[in-house]
């Protein structure tokens, strides 16, 4: 499986730059009114705007990352204080009397 992956990611890989390869002619990038940036190779036209969807798909994602983690910390203390309870039980110290757990109701 693991080399699977890897035969995958080298043909990625090689599409990915036989596309860049073919894509690096200069373009016009329209900013803002009339500003302009002129003669930029599409393929870092593309790279950048790669580099931004990846870096605002984290931002977009973060919430949950982190929500998720704390629930993970949540539950291991969760997990570690029953673990104590098991490893140390309470045994009480004097009898109970019945009527303290459950009143005797009258006949």
């Known amino acids: 499986m693991r080399y699977l992956v890897?035969?995958?990611r080298i043909v990625v890989f090689?599409?990915?730059?036989?596309?860049a390869l073919?894509?690096?002619g200069p373009v016009d990038v329209g900013l803002y009114a009339e500003y302009a940036i002129r003669g930029v190779p599409l393929i870092v036209v593309m790279l950048v705007l790669f580099v931004l969807g990846a870096l605002f798909g984290l931002l977009a994602a973060m919430p949950?990352?982190?929500?998720?983690g704390r629930e993970?910390?949540?539950?291991?203390?969760?997990?570690?204080?029953?673990?104590?309870?098991?490893?140390h039980?309470?045994?009480?110290?004097?009898?109970v009397a019945p009527e303290t757990i459950a009143p005797m109701?009258?006949?």
Do not use: S
Request: aromatic letters at 4%; charged letters at 35%; zero cysteines.
């Open 64 to 68: 949950a990352l982190m929500r998720r």
């Open 14 to 19: 090689i599409l990915v730059l036989l596309f």
């Open 89 to 95: 039980p309470v045994t009480p110290t004097a009898a």
């Open 6 to 8: 890897w035969v995958l």
């Open 72 to 87: 993970a910390r949540r539950l291991r203390r969760e997990l570690d204080r029953l673990e104590d309870r098991l490893k």
């Open 105 to 107: 109701a009258p006949l």
């Open 22 to 24: 073919k894509n690096t």
